[in-house]
Nanobody, 132 residues
Framework: VRLMESGGGSVQSGGSLRLSCAIS????????????MAWFRQTPGKEREGVAM???????TYVDSVKGRFTISRDNSKNTMYLQMNSMKPEDTAMYYC???????????????????????WGQGTQVTVSS
């Protein structure tokens, strides 16, 4: 399984970016179940922070700091997950990683959705820089 992020870059405060995560090698069951997928971000010296998550049941969860500004989605026909980021702020500057929970159909509890250890597949990251 391989995850490849793209779409990072530099943007001014108030601007937008859309990150993509191309996923290859995942298999799906005949019941069309899905995987928990998430975006995390990390800045130097800090722990990796969960930003947005789309569950195996297509529920979505966002960290408070991005609610109303970021939208997570996925297109199974393209095996791609997205993070649309609007009204960006300098504090959004970080390396962004996509992550997948390899247990198909698993439901994560509220205290699990942004725990990095719950995800066993990771991309290499894409840098996002927001200038004021």
């Amino acid at each position: 399984v391989r995850l490849m992020e793209s779409g990072g870059g530099s943007v001014q405060s108030g601007g937008s970016l859309r990150l993509s995560c191309a996923i290859s090698g995942l298999t799906y069951t005949t019941y069309n179940l899905d995987y928990n997928m998430a975006w995390f971000r990390q800045t130097p010296g800090k722990e990796r922070e969960g930003v947005a998550m789309i569950g195996s049941d297509d529920s979505t969860t966002y960290v408070d700091s991005v609610k109303g500004r970021f939208t997570i989605s996925r297109d199974n026909s393209k095996n791609t997950m997205y993070l649309q980021m609007n009204s960006m702020k300098p504090e959004d500057t970080a390396m962004y990683y996509c992550a997948v929970d390899g247990a198909v159909g698993r439901i994560l509890g509220p205290d699990q959705v942004f725990v990095a250890l719950e995800y066993d597949l990771w991309g290499q990251g894409t840098q996002v820089t927001v200038s004021s």
